[in-house]
């Protein structure tokens, strides 16, 4: 189940850029790439989410907490405008639900008596494969 966030289109800002690589000569006339950008902290997003954003270490978001995506999977530029929007979509839901706190467990007595058991009998067959001395 995704949490549903709705995000504010005033709150994207698009820029149109050429797209990398290979593409003849119309990749030098037309800007088809898209980088998204969006302001965390202007973000009207849940305060919890915000901060679980700007704790990822994602190397997509910059220093000033601004999420920057570029896209230029597609020849369109509406396709990768929203392949850019999913994939903030993506980034936000992916903190959107709280982590679960991680209760510190103990191994079980047997556990610990079969490890160390199992830990000697390996020391053992290593021990007898020392040189054989020739009296």
Do not use: W, Y
Request: charged fraction near 30%.
């Amino acid at each position: 189940m995704r949490p549903t966030i709705s995000l504010s289109p005033d709150e994207i800002e698009f820029t149109a850029i050429r797209a990398q690589g290979a593409g003849g000569q119309n990749v030098n006339k037309v800007s088809n790439a898209v980088h998204l950008r969006f302001d965390i902290a202007a973000s009207s997003l849940p305060e919890p989410i915000k901060a679980r954003l700007l704790a990822l270490g994602d190397q997509r978001i910059n220093k000033d907490g601004v999420v920057i995506i570029k896209a230029q999977a597609f020849r369109s530029l509406e396709k990768n405008r929203a392949d850019a929007v999913r994939r903030l979509e993506d980034l936000i839901a992916s903190v959107a639900v709280e982590p679960k706190a991680r209760r510190a467990t103990r191994p079980t007595r047997s556990a610990v008596k079969k490890r160390l058991e199992s830990k000697a009998r390996r020391g053992a067959i290593k021990a007898g494969r020392g040189r054989v001395s020739g009296d």
